[in-house]
């Protein structure tokens, strides 16, 4: 009977949800929690998807062989704009498109045979789920993890709505195009900064994370350690008499030419009130940037104010106060002092506005004139750890490191009064307001008497009302009255809805912790969190790295904070994976204008599309939906079944490189199924073979070493070997039937159906997926065997295989009787032939 995967899948499928297989339950078992970065709810599953919920069901099944008691649910990450965007291009809402491609993915994945505990799934926007999460709002607000404060916002003024930085695509709106604007707002943060120093020492002890996650997260806090201090100023606005600034590199302040200020600093704000032209300078800064990567590339653009401030070393010398685009608020103080000759962005601005450049240091044995006629034309930077020669030092000429300098600097200051060392932090709070309609209410109302005040816990959830409409731009729920106009839980009197609802990293910030207790009716259940957490295995895209991450991280702290986790899941994830991605070639042909019409894989074959046209063939890239590269994996699994594409993304690659998904090796990889499954069904002779059986303990070492670590490609390596050598093998009854159900057990984390298969042909018990996994007999391990290679005159000719035990006279023996050997000879008896025991045989000719 040739393998058939659409019957078989299905039917074991059946079997492990009635027999409740994977549903997780509180025992006496060790427990193991492993987890995949839950998917947005888009319309269609895709091979990334097929390869992370692969990964982590290898991992599952795994562990729950192994004899743990394993937590493994799904979700949906179901609130966002795309949703927003459907309702606004097709009509209908957003809840409907959420909810109708979360069905249609669901009955995707199912197919897979993932060993998911389903009666575990939620979605974010699920009332249940906003309502909780609503109660950890309040919960943080009352722990003083949550403050309202004014911030710059990039705004789009069409849609009438803040986007994020990865929203403003060269300036623009990423959907309506439009010019996008600085624009202050008053907003909710959630207080991330605080956490810092702890968010940043914590990263040390996350040894089962990836160094290059780390360094990512660590690049993120930012860390730095400079000098804080005031320029005195000239006739600038009342309440300024100084300009604070912060720099990593005091050491270089004897080459400041000028201070640069923000356009969004207070004293600018001031001055443009009376101001025309810098007013007009500041609104042209805001638009042509407004993230921190669009202004560092941006032109350097400069506006001067007309005032000066004074040097802290010199009351004498002042520097003119300039307003520059590359200036962040956000960042130190608003306002630095330029030093062109050792910082590349201050050298342009200086030679673009005339300003003078003045070197503090040179290459080592430089004087002044030297080092300032170097930077002329170019910045010196070295590295803070090379040392240099100061030429206007603190203390003189002097040969050292930056790293010395700075704390030299910093020392000079304290000491004579006008600065202190200062460590400061590149994150920044929290920002969750969003002006968007599909999103978590924040639970509170604004009340004239009494303010701002948290809606009161038995009043949640706060839902989103769903007669809503999308024809006109901006937010609905400014618009709603209706569901707007509520009652003051203080007071009892007339209140307002806020209408901001939450940043969708909310959503994706404590999942991990909802789905220890999911029907709960509060966010957790102390007694499922103290068991299930941490997530032990957590599985995802690097792309994550850094913001979900960081942002779980500081969740699960004040989570613990307020009660609903225990301490030890301050840091929830204890290992973490990074996937590499799904590629594929791209067919494109060209339209009148040379532009590419993208065409699918399936519409493709030998290079042509049906109507005989011929394709280009652009190599291969991440599989986007926009370039039409996507192969659909339902299409797979009806071809070939499910196993196919889960052993075929498991073997061509280790998991954390990116897989090119390949017709060929699809095929290939249900060539091999097809072929062990023959296996399965061959009797063979009557008799043991040694040989297998010790082939067979060997594969349990290997596939089990290779699980654990996650080197999945090189289990399935193993499993080929094992495979050949049953085929090999001429061994029958249990003997063979023994090493297939051992086959069986280590396949069945991959592919889960043919090894129950395979298990029920070869008298298994019950089902595979109730077995322990098997243990290699370390006697089996040890080859009584060894291969000795044969060099003649120097170069590897042959090679034999000997006990162990063979006497050198006996291998010598076996040496001159080896075919290549008599060969190279020729008759003639060898000058020397020395064998090294167990390593090597030399014959000199």
Not at 51 to 79: C, E, I, S
Not at 491 to 499: D, H, S, Y
Request: hydrophobic residues 40%; negative net charge; glycine residues 8%.
């Amino acid at each position: 009977m040739p393998y058939d995967p659409s019957s078989s899948e299905a039917r074991w499928q059946k079997a492990w949800a009635d027999a409740g297989s994977f549903t997780a339950i509180r025992d006496e078992r060790p427990k193991y929690y492993v987890l995949e970065m839950f998917p947005y709810p888009s319309g269609r599953i895709h091979m990334g998807h097929v390869r992370n919920y692969t990964m982590g069901d290898v991992v599952a099944r795994f562990k729950r062989a192994q004899g743990f008691n394993v937590l493994h649910p799904m979700g949906w990450d179901a609130f966002g704009m795309p949703a927003e965007n459907a309702a606004m291009e097709q009509g209908g809402h957003p809840r409907d498109w959420t909810y109708g491609n979360i069905a249609t993915m669901r009955d995707q994945l199912k197919p897979l045979g993932l060993s998911i505990d389903w009666s575990r799934e939620f979605a974010t926007c699920d009332d249940d789920y906003v309502a909780q999460q609503q109660a950890l709002f309040l919960d943080f607000l009352d722990a003083g993890l949550i403050t309202r404060k004014s911030a710059m916002v990039n705004w789009d003024p069409v849609d009438m709505t803040v986007l994020a930085n990865e929203q403003v695509i060269d300036g623009k709106g990423w959907r309506s195009g439009a010019e996008v604007e600085r624009k202050e707002l008053t907003q909710w943060f959630f207080r991330i900064s605080d956490y810092s120093e702890e968010l940043l020492d914590a990263l040390d002890g996350l040894t089962g994370w990836p160094d290059k996650v780390r360094l990512m997260q660590q690049n993120w806090i930012g860390k730095s350690r400079g000098l804080q201090f005031g320029f005195a100023t000239d006739d600038a606005p009342d309440g300024f008499d100084a300009i604070e600034v912060y720099t990593t590199r005091p050491d270089t302040l004897m080459g400041a030419s000028f201070l640069a200020m923000s356009p969004d600093h207070p004293m600018i704000r001031a001055l443009a009130k009376d101001n025309a032209d810098i007013a007009e300078f500041c609104e042209e800064c805001r638009r042509i940037g407004t993230t921190e990567e669009a202004i560092e590339t941006a032109p350097k653009m400069g506006f001067d104010t007309g005032l000066t401030a004074h040097h802290p070393l010199d009351p004498d010398w002042k520097l003119p106060i300039w307003i520059a685009n590359f200036v962040l608020m956000d960042y130190g103080t608003g306002a630095i002092f330029g030093s062109p000759a050792h910082d590349e962005r201050d050298h342009e601005f200086a030679c673009k506005y005339g300003l003078p450049i003045r070197a503090t240091f040179g290459e080592r044995g430089m004087d002044l004139a030297q080092a300032d006629a170097m930077v002329a034309t170019a910045p010196y930077v070295p590295l803070k750890s090379e040392p240099v020669t100061y030429v206007r030092g603190f203390a003189g000429e002097t040969d050292q490191t930056g790293e010395v300098a700075v704390d030299a600097a910093i020392a000079h200051a304290e000491a004579a009064g006008y600065g202190e060392g200062v460590t400061k932090f590149r994150l920044r709070d929290w920002g969750i307001s969003r002006q968007r309609y599909w999103g978590c209410p924040i639970p509170v109302v604004h009340c004239e008497a009494c303010g701002t005040v948290p809606e009161a816990k038995e009043n949640l959830p706060v839902l989103l009302p769903q007669d809503v409409s999308f024809e006109q731009p901006g937010n609905p729920l400014d618009r709603h009255l209706a569901w707007r106009q509520t009652t003051c839980p203080q007071c009892g009197g007339k209140a307002l809805r806020e209408t901001d609802t939450m940043d969708t990293f909310v959503d994706s910030s404590w999942y991990f912790a909802r789905f220890t207790s999911p029907h709960a009716d509060k966010p957790t259940n102390r007694a499922d969190a103290d068991y299930w957490m941490n997530v032990d295995q957590y599985i995802g895209g690097i792309e994550h790295a850094i913001l979900h991450l960081l942002y779980s991280r500081f969740f699960a702290r004040a989570m613990v904070k307020t009660g609903h986790l225990p301490e030890t899941a301050k840091e929830p994830f204890n290992a973490l994976f990074t996937q590499g991605m799904v590629t594929h070639e791209i067919y494109q042909t060209r339209d009148e204008r040379g532009r590419p019409i993208y065409h699918l894989p399936d519409d493709v074959t030998d290079g042509k599309l049906a109507d005989g046209t011929e394709v280009e063939t652009v190599p291969s890239a991440k599989m986007s939906k926009s370039k039409k590269n996507v192969v659909d994996p339902v299409n797979i699994v009806s071809s070939f079944g499910a196993d196919t594409a889960r052993w075929f993304m498991l073997s061509d690659s280790p998991p954390e490189r990116d897989v090119e998904w390949t017709a060929a090796g699809a095929e290939a990889a249900n060539k091999f199924l097809s072929r062990v499954w023959r296996l399965a069904e061959e009797v063979g002779e009557d008799g043991d073979d040694p040989d297998l059986t010790r082939a067979a303990h060997r594969a349990i070492a290997d596939v089990t070493k290779s699980i654990e670590s996650f080197a999945f490609n090189k289990a399935v390596a193993k499993l080929y070997e094992l495979a050949n050598a049953v085929g090999k093998s001429k061994a029958g009854g249990e003997s063979r039937r023994a090493v297939l159900r051992i086959m069986a057990q280590l396949m069945a984390p991959m592919v889960p159906h043919m090894a129950e298969d395979i298990w029920a042909m070869a008298g298994g018990q019950g089902m595979v997926v109730d077995t322990d996994w098997p243990k290699a007999d370390p006697a089996m391990l040890e080859d009584d065997t060894v291969t000795l290679p044969i060099q003649i005159n120097g170069k590897r000719r042959a090679e034999i295989s000997v006990a162990k035990d063979m006497p050198k006279d006996q291998i010598e023996a076996l040496v001159l009787a080896d075919d290549t050997v008599r060969r190279f000879l020729d008759g003639a008896t060898p000058k020397k032939l020395i064998v090294v025991p167990g390593r090597i045989v030399n014959v000199v000719a």
